[in-house]
């Protein structure tokens, strides 16, 4: 199983942009996808995720301000990001939890994380 994000730049202040992840493999199901976010010299954090229900957490931060969706085919997870501000600056990592695939024909459910490359949001001043 293999997470491919895409979407990151740089952007003014205000601005917008959208973020997208894709799972690839023989995926059965994906218990729940998100975004988390490091800028530099902190801890990775949340910023926001999606249940394959639809149920969503956000991060306090971002609310009101940044959207997450699952895609039709519910293996791909989209983070729209609005009204930017330069606190939102990090490399935004897509996550995807507890996947059940077919193994050699065989259902595993693995209840692991599995985590994008990052992708880097810069938002100016």
């Known amino acids: 199983v293999q997470l491919q994000a895409s979407g990151g730049g740089l952007v003014q202040s205000g601005g917008s942009l959208r973020l997208s992840c894709g799972a690839s493999g023989r995926i059965i199901s994906i218990k729940s996808m998100g975004w988390y976010r490091q800028a530099p010299g902190k801890q990775r954090e949340l910023v926001a995720t999606?249940?394959?229900?639809?149920?969503?957490t956000y991060a306090d931060s971002v609310k009101g301000r940044f959207t997450i969706s699952r895609g039709f085919a519910k293996n791909t997870v989209d983070l729209q990001m609005n009204s930017l501000k330069p606190e939102d600056s990090a490399v935004y990592y897509c996550?995807?939890?507890?996947?059940?695939?077919?193994?050699?024909?065989?259902?595993?459910?693995?209840?692991?994380?599995?985590w994008g490359k990052g992708t880097q949001v810069t938002v100016s001043s």
């Open positions: 999606v249940t394959s229900g639809g149920d969503t």
């Open positions: 996550n995807a939890n507890s996947i059940t695939y077919y193994n050699h024909d065989v259902p595993v459910a693995d209840g692991e994380d599995h």
